[in-house]
């Protein structure tokens, strides 16, 4: 059964780094996504993306986040100075035409940020 | 209150009962889905309810969606302990529905 891949599961890094979050969503998806769920809390809505451009984004997602699909397969989530309050499981999503609104989630990627 | 709030947030019953679990939302919606998540892993989809249905329903699941009361409920029939997760309701948001909004969610246990 196809599914949701992201790499790494488990990411640890220094305040003030850059970190890359990768995804490799379903491959006749065109709906890709990024959610956050702080440890005990509710998941919460980075971004969505479609057609190479960010089709919405939250109040969350500001200047030191970024998406890229740099190529055919790959859907990565960058955060550029990481700060303590970004340690979260960052999860990657994708749908399809058909079921635009039923997502598939990936595992999940849990960002630790000392 | 937040666009997609559970009720109640933790609900514990035996196996073999049923679960009730209800969401509350805001804003008009095209769709309503519902999610499980296993402890500390990614989101399973359970089903989705479009504006226009009253009612759905999937194996064990039945979701009932009152649009003129913004809310929606699910019922998972004859429990079992594989079912012990947390469940959350979410609204497509936003033009074109690109912004989907989890609720806080309600923590299920189904005791052997």
């Known amino acids: 059964e196809p599914e949701v891949t992201q790499t790494p599961s488990h990411q640890v890094t220094q305040m003030g780094q850059e970190v890359i979050l990768r995804c490799v969503p379903i491959s006749n998806h065109l709906y890709f996504y990024w959610y956050r769920q702080i440890l005990g809390q509710k998941v919460e809505f980075l971004v969505s993306?479609?057609?190479?451009?960010?089709?919405?984004k939250s109040e969350i997602f500001d200047d030191q986040f970024s998406v890229e699909r740099p190529d055919g397969s790959n859907f990565t989530l960058k955060i550029r100075s990481t700060k303590l309050e970004d340690s979260a499981m960052y999860f990657c999503?994708?749908?399809?035409?058909?079921?635009?609104?039923?997502?598939?989630f990936g595992q999940g990627t849990r960002l630790t940020v000392v | 209150s937040q666009q997609g709030e559970e009720d109640p947030q933790a609900l514990s019953i035996q196996e073999g009962e049923n679960a009730t679990m209800n969401c509350s939302y805001k804003?008009?919606?095209?769709?309503l889905q519902w999610y499980r998540q296993n402890s500390g892993r990614g989101l399973v989809h359970l089903i989705l309810i479009r504006s226009n249905e009253r009612e759905k329903h999937s194996g064990r699941l039945r979701v009932t969606l009152d649009t003129s009361k913004k809310s929606s409920s699910l019922l998972i029939t004859a429990s079992r302990a594989a079912d012990t997760a947390s469940y959350f309701c979410?609204?497509?948001?936003?033009?074109?529905?690109?912004?989907?909004?989890f609720g806080a969610g309600t923590r299920l246990f189904v005791k052997a």
């Open positions: 993306f479609y057609n190479n451009e960010i089709s919405e």
């Open positions: 979410a609204t497509a948001l936003g033009t074109g529905g690109f912004k989907t909004i």
């Open positions: 804003t008009s919606i095209n769709n």
């Open positions: 999503a994708s749908s399809g035409v058909q079921g635009r609104f039923e997502a598939f």
